[in-house]
Every structure is written in C-alpha cells, then in structure tokens.
C-alpha cells in the first residue's frame, strides 16, 4: 500500500470530519408549557413554574433568569432536609436532550426576591431565560392561583 496516498486519505478524513461538526445544527432546543407564577405582593417573594422539554441534540443548560418585576431573580430547588423545606440557587439546571424537567412546588422553580410591584391573578409578565450556548429566550408568564 503507498503509504503517502494512505495518509493524504486520513487527512481528508479529518478534513472531513471537522467540517461535519461546524455545520451539524447539533444544539439545545428548549421548549416551554404550562409556564405560570403565584401571586405576591411588591415587597414580598414569588416564583415561577414551567415545563422545559429539550427538543434538541445536546444538553440545555438553565443558568439563570432575569425579569423586571423583580430586583433578584434565580434558579432554586426546595427540598426537605431534616423535616424543614429549604432551597439553594441551582446554577445550571441540566435538561438532557428528549427529557422534560418540571418546574414545580416543592421543587425547581424560578424565585423572585423583593417583588417590584403585585403580582395579581390573571397578570403577565416576561420572563428572560439565560442558556448556555444559546441565545436568550424571553416567555410570557401567567399569573395563578394554583
Ligand atoms: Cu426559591
């Protein structure tokens, strides 16, 4: 075999290969439903509540939100520890490509500290999403008494 053409084949295989990965549209597809809040009072805490389904090839990584009815707004995850319910800041909720992580009470959720005004039933507002390699997504959440 010409060892010369056996590598120019290699070469063109790499060549090949790398061209594959840049125009691949491997990427996070973040979709959205049942997106609501609770109420609160300006002053006062509230949270968020979704549904995210990765519809993509790669993981969606959730590294923080912001919004302007509110002065804090983080990614938290209450759980009970030793009878009493605390939640830490989850710096990146991980959505693995096909699965669907509920945001829910009593568990992730979408914390607003120190309301800038009411947040009253049938309110909206905008949610911004900050992804990891992915542009913002802004949503439209509900307000409701659930
Ligand atoms: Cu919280």
Same mark, same amino acid.
């Given at each position: ?9 290699? *070469? ?12 691949? $549209? ?23 509540? !979704?549904?995210?389904?990765? /519809?993509?090839?790669? $993981? ?11 002065? !804090?707004? /983080?990614?938290?995850?209450?759980? !009970?520890?030793?009878? *009493? !319910? ?5 710096? /990146? ?6 699965? *669907? ?20 039933? $049938? $309110? ?23």
């Amino acid at each position: 075999m010409n060892v010369q053409r056996t590598l120019i084949g290699l *070469t063109m295989m790499a060549v090949l290969a790398v061209v594959a990965v840049a125009c691949g $549209d491997d990427a996070a597809d973040p979709v959205f439903d049942d997106v609501w809040a609770r109420p609160g009072a300006a002053g006062d805490n509230a949270a968020a509540y !979704m549904n995210i389904t990765n /519809e993509g090839d790669e $993981d969606a990584i959730l590294t923080g939100a912001s919004s302007d009815v509110a002065r !804090m707004v /983080e990614v938290h995850e209450s759980r !009970m520890e030793d009878g *009493t !319910m605390r939640m830490e800041e989850i710096p /990146e909720l991980v959505i693995e490509p096909g699965e *669907t992580v509920s945001l829910e009470p009593g568990g992730f959720h979408v914390m607003f500290m120190n309301l800038e005004r009411d947040l009253d039933p $049938d $309110d909206t507002f905008m949610l911004t999403l900050h992804f990891d390699d992915l542009d913002d997504i802004e949503l439209e959440v509900t307000v409701a008494e659930q």
